[in-house]
């Protein structure tokens, strides 16, 4: 008698697990044996019977035609030879804008240090009659 399901609402047999693996094979290479595929994933699934794996081996597309050139990397990118140079360009292009604008936040922050410094240096001090905090009390 099969098992009832104790999640089930309305008292359904369990079901028994199932698995479908596809593997793709390069032609000329031997692929693994599907019984030894079915063990596997049987394996690492807890009530999962070998015989209830369904294993489809078929064959995997063929890599790039040998006349295309191959592909180059550039850090973690790969692509034609002919994009190579333009990337490197917009790259440096790009570095040297962010170390403009760099040298040019940093020649602004001075001038304004400098332009603050000259206004402290020749306003006179504010008597303290004319101080905002002059004439109020505080409150506690």
């Not at 032609?27 to 209830?52: F, M, N, R, W, Y």
């Amino acid at each position: 008698m099969a098992e009832v399901d104790p999640l089930s609402v309305d008292g359904k047999p369990r079901v028994p697990a199932q698995a479908a693996v596809l593997l793709k094979a390069h032609s000329g290479l031997p692929p693994i044996k599907e019984t030894d595929v079915q063990k596997l994933v049987a394996g690492s699934v807890p009530g999962l019977a070998p015989e209830a794996v369904a294993v489809v081996v078929t064959a995997a597309p063929e890599g790039p035609a040998a006349g295309l050139p191959p592909l180059e990397v550039v850090g973690p990118l790969r692509m034609s030879p002919g994009s190579r140079p333009l990337l490197l360009a917009a790259l440096g292009g790009g570095l040297a804008l962010l170390v403009l604008l760099a040298a040019l936040l940093f020649f602004t922050a001075r001038r304004l240090a400098s332009v603050n410094r000259r206004l402290t240096e020749f306003s006179p001090p504010r008597p303290e009659s004319e101080s905002p905090l002059h004439g109020r009390q505080s409150v506690v």
